[in-house]
């Protein structure tokens, strides 16, 4: 096997495994660390974890687990995915997972490349960008579980981890993939165990591709994946057939919306003004046992019309911090969390069959309580967001990140389906 990814969220897991498959990569997912005798025929293989907000030392022996599951199919390098906005806890889970994945396998440096230009996430001198601004001063400021308030990745890298980090300046990108290897050497030279990757555009996406092709363990987003598959083009088989197993097959959809990301907000926004849409009480997850079965009756009902039914928490900083002082912000996303994982639960038995959801941490819950073990990968609806089908039962899922796509998604997953 080519590559072997470790995602630490289930959004993210597919965002790579789409851009994998789009570039012709046969990818499959596999929702937490499978049994030690399943066998799969991919080139590349992505574990997703929910690991990204989760206690440090559960984040790292989850992540070992998955190393260890990859290893033993003899994959050729690998790969530690997580966000293009470098979500992490004040502690962080990306300093303590990446330095037990370059002491498990024997290294000492490594890349740090959360870059993703086709969604605007640039990097330059080390400072991530969202859409032209500051990570710091980007919508990430007000995350419920991750809020993001540094966007200097070399400062949020040390701050968590054991080592120092430098960074391989935008002219050493745009010199080519030899001014990147030489910056990368000189650096590790100077005692760095990390490196930031400057990207402003798709070519930097292509050059930095290249310039980790030795490299055992890489870290960072999606589009480093994208430039390390398009580095290998002339090896990959027809993206079109390397997306058809994971296309869409299902009648009965559902949109379930957790993510309070400015654009999930716009999306839920615009879908709502056209479909039912029904918003999800806070207090009553924290309290009332039986209030998923009266969502699920709600959903129910409104099955069968011409858009599917969208039962959303999303909701702007304002309101978000209001609820997260009364309630506490693990207590209140953790209700949110369960509510829509027994909801999904219940629409899964009930036949629903197709599950529209934005937001990582929402998708994971989702993803868990259905108990699917793996997903095929298929074409993209946006940028960062294919179409998945379980691989153990006839059920099609769009993971979306909450910051990924327009603001017209929640139609578009309903219109793009082949
Ligand atoms: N109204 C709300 N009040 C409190 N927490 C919420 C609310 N809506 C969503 N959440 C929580 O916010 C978190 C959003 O994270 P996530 O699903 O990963 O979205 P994103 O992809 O935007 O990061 C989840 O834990 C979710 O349960
Ligand atoms: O890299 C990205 O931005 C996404 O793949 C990702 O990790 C999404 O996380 P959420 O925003 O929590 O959905």
Redesign the pocket.
Same mark, same amino acid.
């Given at each position: 096997m080519r590559l072997g990814i470790i995602a630490d @969220?289930f959004?993210g897991a597919t965002d790579i495994a789409g851009f994998l498959v789009a570039n012709g990569l046969s990818t499959i997912q596999l929702n937490g660390v499978p049994e030690a005798g399943l066998q799969v025929e991919a080139d590349a293989v992505v574990i997703s974890l929910k690991s990204r907000s989760c206690p440090a030392d559960e984040a790292v022996t989850m992540s070992l687990a998955a190393l260890e599951w990859l290893r033993a199919r003899d994959c050729e390098q690998f790969f530690f995915k997580y966000c293009s906005t470098f @979500?992490s806890t004040p502690r962080g889970n990306i300093g303590p997972v990446t330095d037990a994945l370059l002491d498990a396998l024997g290294e000492d440096f490594t890349v740090i490349c959360p870059a993703l230009p086709v969604n605007g996430r640039t990097i330059y001198n080390g400072y991530l960008f969202v859409n032209g601004v500051p990570l710091a001063e980007s919508g990430m400021r007000h995350?419920?579980?991750?809020p993001m308030t540094d966007s200097n990745l070399m400062r949020l890298m040390e701050a968590q981890s054991t080592g120092k980090c430098g960074d391989v300046h935008a002219d050493d990108v745009a010199r080519g993939v030899e001014a990147v290897k030489a910056s990368l050497d000189a650096l590790r030279g100077k005692g760095m165990r990390y490196a930031v990757l400057d990207v402003l555009n798709a070519a930097d996406v292509a050059t930095v591709g290249k310039a980790v092709a030795g490299m055992r363990l890489v870290t960072g987003g999606s589009g480093l994946a994208d430039g390390m598959a398009k580095a290998w083009t002339d090896r990959l088989s027809d993206p079109a057939q390397a997306a058809a197993a994971g296309r869409p097959s299902g009648e009965r959809p559902v949109v379930l919306s /957790? +993510?309070? +990301?400015q654009m999930?907000n716009a999306q839920v926004a615009a879908y709502k003004d056209e479909a039912p849409a029904c918003p999800?009480d806070?207090v009553r997850c924290l309290s009332d046992e039986g209030y998923a079965d009266e969502l699920f009756a709600w959903v129910r009902d409104q099955q069968g019309g011409d858009l599917a039914p969208l039962v959303y =928490?999303?909701?702007d900083p304002d #309101?978000?911090a209001r609820?997260?002082k009364q309630h506490g912000?693990e207590q =209140?996303?953790?209700a949110? #969390?369960r509510t829509?994982g027994q909801l999904a639960k219940l629409l899964a038995e009930d036949g629903t069959d197709t599950f529209i959801v =934005?937001?990582? #941490?929402? +998708?994971g819950i989702v993803v868990q309580s259905l108990g699917v073990t793996g997903f095929h990968i298929g074409p993209q609806i946006a940028p960062g967001v294919p179409w998945v089908r379980a691989v153990d039962r006839p059920i099609s899922l769009a993971l979306k +990140? /909450?910051?990924f796509g327009g603001p017209r998604f929640f139609f578009d997953a309903q219109e793009k389906r082949g």
């Open positions: @969220d959004t @979500d995350h419920p579980v991750t /957790g +993510s309070c +990301s999930t999800i806070v =928490a999303t909701t #309101e978000l609820i997260q912000a =209140a996303s953790g949110v #969390e829509f =934005a937001g990582g #941490e929402t +998708s +990140s /909450g910051n």
